[in-house]
């Protein structure tokens, strides 16, 4: 990254390109990255097959060829799918009735007294009632959707650590620990102390310190993404030693994938903060240290003066 910012500010200024060191070797990490990213795409293009598990819109599709034949592990997939089909239609019964009783319940509520001690025997009894058959949807539909998250957990060894599920499951994790990061800087820039003399100084000052919440907040989202994706690759591995160490690998990339932006944004303001003279100079500015030697040859040239008494 830091060759890259180089070779920009070259391109825009050639003046710029003495002032810089040479371009050292810090692309290399960058390329291994991309490297192993292709890897792991071939790899996945390779080992995986999605005839049998994902459809071209991305939705799971388990339709086949009859003449054609199954291996084991297609043939698993196939039949803990149609039993996860079964499964969720089971349970789609069991979530309408658990919503049907919330809304009694809740009816049956505001119906009564609001304090228990003024209700009558009649208003308590519909109450206890109304809370039991509550209590008995929620049961029944916790059952019904704690069997379709088994059968899911079980598909999931099957699919593997490169397959798209996996991916599609990572980018939602993605989305939710940078929604942390954001939290973190709105309230951040919410209880921020400012002093502005006019409402665009304000409004200024409020989106630096949103900036600024992000910088100081990324760290905290990527912690979230490495606690939430080990669970998730894990429970894509299947406890085989050469998958292990795929899903090893697999995980770190995707955690250097999700602390790139940070890196960039590290790097750029090292490259800024290490050479910032040279690109103001490049642009035609003064540096800081030119302005250090015009203000000490202004005082030399003042105390050469002569002095004159009256």
């Known amino acids: 990254h830091l060759s890259f910012f180089r070779a920009s500010f070259s391109l825009v200024n050639p003046r710029f390109r003495p002032a810089l060191k040479p371009a050292n070797m810090t692309t290399r990490p960058v390329l291994c990255l991309f490297a192993l990213l292709l890897l792991l795409a071939a790899a996945s293009e390779a080992t995986y097959s999605p005839r049998s ?7 799971d599709d388990y339709s086949h060829d009859e003449g054609l034949p199954l291996s084991v592990r297609d043939a698993k997939i196939l039949e803990l799918l149609r039993r996860r089909d079964v499964l969720e239609s089971t349970a789609m019964p069991a979530v309408e009735a658990f919503a049907v009783a919330q809304k009694h319940h809740s009816d049956v509520e505001a119906s009564v007294p609001w304090l228990s001690w003024s209700r009558n025997a009649e208003d308590k009894a519909r109450v206890r009632k109304a809370e039991a058959e509550l209590a008995e949807a929620r049961v029944a539909m916790e ?12 598909l999931k060894p099957l699919y593997g650590v490169t397959s798209p599920q996996l991916y599609r499951e990572q980018r939602q994790q993605a989305k939710r620990s940078l929604q942390v990061v954001k939290d973190y800087a709105w309230w951040h820039s919410l209880f921020a102390r400012y002093r502005a003399e006019s409402l665009s100084e304000l409004l200024l000052q409020i989106v630096l310190q949103y900036v600024v919440g992000l910088v100081m907040g990324y760290p905290i989202g990527f912690l979230h993404f490495m606690w939430k994706d080990a669970w998730l690759v894990a429970q894509y591995s299947d406890g085989a030693l050469g998958t292990r160490a795929l899903a090893l690998g697999y995980y770190l990339l995707s955690c250097a994938v999700f602390l790139l932006p940070l890196v960039v944004l590290v790097g750029g303001f090292y490259v800024v903060v290490k050479n910032g003279d040279g690109i103001v100079r490049a642009f035609g500015g003064r540096s800081q240290g ?7 040859a202004q005082r030399r040239r003042i105390a050469q003066r002569p002095h004159y008494k009256y």
């Open 53 to 59: 598990d994902t459809a071209a819109d991305g939705s």
């Open 143 to 154: 059952t019904a959707v704690q069997a379709v998250h088994n059968v899911e957990l079980q």
């Open 290 to 296: 030119s302005w250090e030697a015009d203000v000490a």
